[in-house]
T-cell receptor, first 113, second 113 residues
C-alpha cells in the first residue's frame, strides 16, 4: 500500500476562519511533508517533519501552523489566510533514507475568499 | 524545460509514438532524481527514480536517462497512450540531509489519438 490520504478534498474559507487540513499514511514512513502548489507551477516545499519533529520550515508565514500528532498523521492548521494562499496543498511521506521514494496524497484544493 | 510566465512547455505527440521529456537540474551534488506524473486535479504520481551512481534505469514503458556532465535528466515513454497525457515534473534531492525534493517547472504532455 503506497497511499497517502488527505481530507478534505476541497475547502472554501473566509479570511477570518480557522480550519485544518489532515493527512494520513500507514506505510510506516517517518518523514512527512507539506507542499503548496499554485496553478501551472511545481509543488513548493513548506514543512518537513522527521520522526514527528519539525525539521524544516521554508520561511512559511505563521498563519500556517503544522502539527504531527503521531507517526501516521500530519495536520496543517490555517488561520487568517489571504486570497493569495488559495492553492492545492499536498501532503507527502517517505522512508528514512534520502533516496526513498516520496509518495504524495491527492491534495486539498483550498480557496480563500 | 523552463516555464515562461504561466505557460507550461507542451509536448504534443501522436498515440503510439515515443515521447521524450527533458529536464535540466540545478545541483551537481544532487544524489537522487524522480519523475512524477500529475493529472489534472490530482497529486503527483511516482513514475520512476534514479540514483546519481546510475546513467539509465528502465521501468514498464518508461526509461530515465541521467547525464551528470551536463546536469540533464530525461524521461522516455514508449508507445505513448492517451492516458499518458498529464504534466510531468522532474525532482531532485539537492541536500541529502534534508530529504526534501526540489521540483523542475514541468512539461505538459498531450497525446493526440
Amino acid at each position: 500500500d503506497t497511499e497517502v490520504t488527505q481530507t478534505p478534498k476541497h475547502l472554501v474559507m473566509g479570511m477570518t476562519n480557522k480550519k485544518s487540513l489532515k493527512c494520513e499514511q500507514h506505510m510506516g514512513h517517518r518523514a512527512m511533508y507539506w507542499y503548496k502548489q499554485k496553478a501551472k507551477k511545481p509543488p513548493e516545499l513548506m514543512f518537513v517533519y522527521s520522526y514527528e519533529k519539525l525539521s524544516i520550515n521554508e520561511s512559511v508565514p505563521s498563519r500556517f501552523s503544522p502539527e504531527c500528532p503521531n507517526s501516521s498523521l500530519l495536520n496543517l492548521h490555517l488561520h487568517a489566510l489571504q486570497p493569495e494562499d488559495s492553492a492545492l496543498y499536498l501532503c507527502a511521506s517517505t522512508g528514512v533514507s534520502s533516496t526513498d521514494t516520496q509518495y504524495f496524497g491527492p491534495g486539498t484544493r483550498l480557496t480563500v475568499l | 524545460g523552463e516555464s515562461v510566465g504561466l505557460h507550461l512547455p507542451t509536448l504534443s505527440v501522436q498515440e503510439g509514438d515515443n515521447s521524450i521529456i527533458n529536464c535540466a537540474y540545478s545541483n551537481s551534488a544532487s544524489d537522487y532524481f524522480i519523475w512524477y506524473k500529475q493529472e489534472s486535479g490530482k497529486g503527483p504520481q511516482f513514475i520512476i527514480d534514479i540514483r546519481s551512481n546510475m546513467d539509465k534505469r528502465q521501468g514498464q514503458r518508461v526509461t530515465v536517462l541521467l547525464n551528470k556532465t551536463v546536469k540533464h535528466l530525461s524521461l522516455q515513454i514508449a508507445a505513448t497512450q492517451p492516458g499518458d497525457s498529464a504534466v510531468y515534473f522532474c525532482a531532485e534531492n539537492m541536500d541529502t540531509g534534508r530529504r526534501a525534493l526540489t521540483f523542475g517547472s514541468g512539461t505538459r504532455l498531450q497525446v493526440q489519438p
